[in-house]
């Protein structure tokens, strides 16, 4: 008998993680939290099984797109997965050499006031359920979604972005220097 042409991916389950899959909605709970997704718009198909705590993403007669979609989405759940478990922070650095900068947070913005001797603070946008707090030169961002960690870094870092002046002489600003996911942690700068 001839085999199917397909493309599988597994995600192994820890055992601190409680995983349910109805259709192409994946629920994850760990100790951090509850993360939540529907895969409803990916041409995949995803199964759980409780025995060997394996998650299946695969796909039948995968075409490019298929097989792309079927690796992608097995790297959303294991980011969930991680997310749950250990979490994301991400640290950006406050540069400045001109006009020292206040980094101040209040409900769900960030307020970066006299950036570059401005009047009115520049705002950036918390995104989410993310916690961000400030520590001496350093901007923490940390949550369990990491699409939400990372919007919420870049939020920060474009809202110093400068403009119609030479980027040699007017570094100041907020940078991402460090991304610590889960266990790994990379230095950017």
Do not use: C, W
């Not at 409780?50 to 298929?66: A, L």
């Amino acid at each position: 008998m001839a085999r199917l042409p397909v493309v599988e991916v597994d995600v192994k389950v820890p055992e601190d993680v409680k995983i349910s899959i109805e259709g192409k909605k994946v629920r994850v709970e760990g100790p951090k939290g509850v993360l939540e997704r529907a895969f409803d718009y990916a041409p995949v198909i995803i199964e759980y099984d409780e025995n060997s705590r394996v998650v299946k993403v695969f796909s039948y007669f995968p075409r490019r797109r298929e097989k792309a979609m079927v690796g992608t989405i097995a790297a959303h759940i294991r980011n969930m997965i991680i997310g749950v478990t250990k979490g994301f922070v991400y640290r950006l650095k406050i540069v400045y050499s001109h006009y020292p900068i206040n980094v101040r947070v209040e409900g769900n913005k960030v307020y970066i006031e006299n950036f570059l001797g401005e009047r009115a603070p520049r705002v950036a946008e918390i995104v989410g359920n993310v916690k961000v707090r400030v520590e001496q030169d350093d901007v923490v961002v940390e949550g369990i979604n990491i699409e939400e960690v990372g919007q919420t870094a870049a939020n920060i870092q474009q809202a110093t972005k400068i403009k119609d002046k030479d980027p040699r002489i007017f570094q100041d600003g907020i940078y991402l220097y460090e991304r610590q996911l889960g266990d790994v942690v990379k230095r950017i700068i």
